[in-house]
Structure formats: structure tokens, C-alpha cells
């Protein structure tokens, strides 16, 4: 190579590069690649709803508290990412049980940039539903909770198994999202 420089007349840029402190490089994520959005209903015998839920993911019981038949977890291993859900039963404390979900959601206003909110609502299948998006290195960066008012309380908290970097996770979030809402548009009481 110092030859062909040589012959160029490039010998002092050669030299002048070889001397100069190396520049400094940004970071770099691994690149994702995400299946085709394709869904299948859960519909289990024991709970009162009904949802569809990705093909790449499995639900399992949620055995990390007193078992609750109807708290499950719905795990995309290949992301490590768990979307966390609950359901109780209505008994005059609505209220309180908003109260408790809007407290969980904005625990996590420390590290959150934002916090927004949306409703969706079915009057025909008594689906009330409010998604939150919580932006910035939060450890969870979607939660929602879905209500038919009057008997059930369905709650659910998207997770990942890593330290929280928005930038990194960003594809990955936006992919799975798109799944947490699929689950709230197809959600139904039995």
C-alpha cells in the first residue's frame, strides 16, 4: 500500500492518517427482522374473555403471584418481551381499581418522557378500553386496561426481559404495540 501511495503522491496524506487520533463511532444496534403480523383467538375455558394473540408468542399461567387462573402471560421469547395480564372481578370499586392501574402506569413517569392516552370503545360488546404509551427508557412502554363496566377488570402491562433503551428497543416496541393493540380490538367478554 505505501508503495502504491508513493506512486500517487499521496505520502503525506498517508502519514498525516496514520498519525491522526481515531474517530469516534456511535453505537449500533443488531438489526431486527419481524414475521408478518398473523394472530390466533385464546379463548380459555376457565376466564371470561376472549382475545387473539400472535402465532410467535405462548401464553402461560402467571405463577409468580398466588395462582389466579385467569392472570396470564403472553411470552415472545424471541424478544424477550412478556405482556404481563390480570383480571378481577368488579364489586363496587371500579373506582379503586383505576385508581390502582393509573398508579402503576405512572410509576413510571421517573424515567418516562411521556405518557399518552387513548380509548377505544365497543358499546355493542361492552369493551371499554384505555391504552397508554409511555415513552422513553420506562421499563414497561405500553400498558392498557379493558373494563365492561360492571363485572371485569382485564389488565395488561408490556415488558422486556432488558434494561430499558428506548432507542434500541424501538423497533422491537413499535412491532409488539401493534400486537397489544390487535389484543384489545379483538378482545371480547363471553
Known amino acids: 500500500i505505501r508503495d502504491l501511495v508513493r506512486s500517487r503522491g499521496l505520502g503525506d496524506v498517508y502519514k498525516r492518517q496514520c498519525k491522526d487520533s481515531p474517530t469516534p463511532r456511535p453505537d449500533v444496534y443488531f438489526r431486527l427482522s419481524f414475521p408478518a403480523h398473523e394472530y390466533r383467538l385464546y379463548s380459555p375455558e376457565e376466564c371470561p374473555y376472549m382475545f387473539e394473540f400472535p402465532v410467535y408468542s405462548t401464553i402461560t399461567v402467571d405463577d409468580d403471584f398466588e395462582y389466579q387462573p385467569c392472570w396470564k402471560n403472553i411470552e415472545m421469547k424471541q424478544y424477550k418481551a412478556n405482556v404481563h395480564i390480570t383480571l378481577k372481578e368488579i364489586d363496587n370499586n371500579l373506582d379503586s381499581l383505576l385508581d ?7 410509576k413510571h413517569t421517573i424515567k418516562a418522557d411521556a405518557i399518552d392516552a387513548h380509548d377505544y370503545v365497543d358499546e355493542d360488546l361492552r369493551v371499554f378500553a384505555t391504552i397508554f404509551y409511555i415513552a422513553g427508557n420506562a421499563a414497561s412502554p405500553a400498558q392498557f386496561h379493558i373494563t365492561d363496566s360492571v363485572r371485569y377488570f382485564f389488565r395488561g402491562s408490556l415488558y422486556f426481559e432488558v434494561a430499558p433503551n428506548s432507542d434500541s428497543l424501538a423497533p422491537a416496541i413499535d412491532f409488539l404495540i401493534d ?6 380490538e379483538t378482545f371480547s367478554w363471553k
Not at 390502582?100 to 405512572?106: A, F, G, Q, R, W
Not at 400486537?179 to 384489545?184: E, F, G, M, T
Open 100 to 106: 390502582d392501574s393509573h398508579t402503576l402506569i405512572y
Open 179 to 184: 400486537d397489544v393493540i390487535h389484543l384489545i
